[in-house]
């Protein structure tokens, strides 16, 4: 059965620090793997990861993809509490449906 | 079973047929979430429930859609009189807590509209 597992559920650190997320995933036929940033109702998209030890930045998030080991980071730096959010992973079924995991939800203490 | 069940999986729909989509959220869950997500697109908030109260419908796209859960439990997410940028995944998530925090998801029904 294809699954996302993500950890920790959730962390509290405060501003400056930086903070590791983590995804892991046993998907058939694997072809991507996405992060996303949940604020308020939906998800925004982050990073979308196809290739295996090649980085993705955007500002201070940054991520890669481990495909051998099936696992995937987030990484935040010097944060801030509008980083405050819940993060989730997903990777496309077979079906490309996705399949999230249930999120890893940051609070960032001033 | 232990996950957030979805039925149907697929759906084709004729362009103005009615269609009703069933979310089984996981025993005991409190808060139950549904979102639209179109091809190649992140999900889109739809509507969410506590228990059996509709507490925000503001994401429902038109009066067409329509969603229940009457006995805080299983959710039916209705769209009447189809139309053809209706095709999406629609995705349920369940959260033992209310608010939006340790939510799991179902894989979704897929409909498309013809």
């Known amino acids: 059965e294809d699954k996302v597992v993500q950890s920790p559920l959730s962390l509290v650190v405060h501003e400056g620090d930086t903070v590791t997320l983590n995804c892991s995933y046993e998907v058939t036929n694997f072809r991507s793997l996405l992060w996303y940033k949940q604020e308020k109702k939906a998800p925004t998209f982050l990073f979308m990861l196809t290739s295996s030890g090649i980085e993705k930045k955007s500002g201070r998030l940054s991520s890669i993809l481990d495909k051998k080991e099936l696992f995937s980071i987030l990484n935040i730096t010097a944060t801030q509490t509008g980083d405050s959010a819940v993060y989730l992973c997903a990777v496309p079924d077979s079906n490309y449906q996705l399949i999230w995991g249930a999120g890893t939800k940051l609070i960032i203490k001033p | 079973g232990a996950g957030v069940s979805q039925s149907p999986r697929y759906k084709v729909a004729k362009r103005g047929q009615d269609v009703a989509l069933r979310c089984d959220p996981i025993?005991?869950?409190?808060?139950l979430f549904w979102y639209q997500q179109a091809l190649g697109q992140g999900p889109e908030f739809l509507t969410y429930?506590?228990?059996?109260?509709?507490?925000?419908k503001s994401g429902l796209p038109s009066d067409r859609f329509f969603a229940e859960r009457p006995e805080g439990s299983v959710s039916t997410l209705k769209i009447q009189r189809t139309q053809q940028e209706d095709s999406a995944v629609y995705l349920c998530?369940?959260?033992?807590?209310?608010?939006?925090?340790?939510?799991?998801f179902g894989s979704g029904t897929r409909l498309t509209v013809v």
């Open positions: 429930f506590q228990n059996e109260a509709q507490l925000d």
């Open positions: 998530a369940s959260s033992p807590w209310t608010g939006e925090y340790g939510y799991t």
């Open positions: 025993s005991g869950h409190v808060s």
